[in-house]
Nanobody
Framework: QMQLVESGGGLVQAGGSLRLSCAAS????????MGWFRQAPGKEREFVAR????????YYADSVKGRFTISRDNAKNTVYLQMNSLKPEDTAIYYC????????????????WGQGTKVTVSS
């Protein structure tokens, strides 16, 4: 089992920034691919970004490319999502998730999910 706990969400004005964190425990964090997903009201959950076990192999959804940055600190068992130039359409609940392969995380076929943290971007 792996437990994932997200934090850092909140209310921000359009153009602002937030940094989300996801703290992991229970398994060897450094061997897992980590990903961020989001679900907006009335919409299906969608992939946002993912990062390989060694901090490389980052990949982003087109909608956030150039504005969001995913990173990880294996010493702290934590993955981050730095969100800049936020837009109202970024409003969603953001989840972190994990699996052992890049493909599975990108496809949303993950083994473990956090409970989510809410991000609201006002116009």
């Amino acid at each position: 089992q792996m437990q994932l706990v997200e934090s850092g969400g909140g209310l921000v004005q359009a153009g602002g920034s937030l940094r989300l964190s996801c703290a992991a425990s229970g398994r060897t964090f450094s061997t897992y691919v980590m990903g961020w997903f989001r679900q907006a009201p009335g919409k299906e959950r969608e992939f946002v970004a993912r990062i390989g076990w060694n901090g490389l192999r980052t990949y982003y959804a087109d909608s956030v490319k150039g504005r969001f940055t995913i990173s990880r600190d294996n010493a702290k068992n934590t993955v981050y999502l730095q969100m800049n130039s936020l837009k109202p359409e970024d409003t969603a609940i953001y989840y972190c998730a994990t699996a052992e392969t890049l493909a599975r995380v990108t496809a949303g076929s993950t083994d473990y999910w956090g409970q989510g943290t809410k991000v609201t971007v006002s116009s």
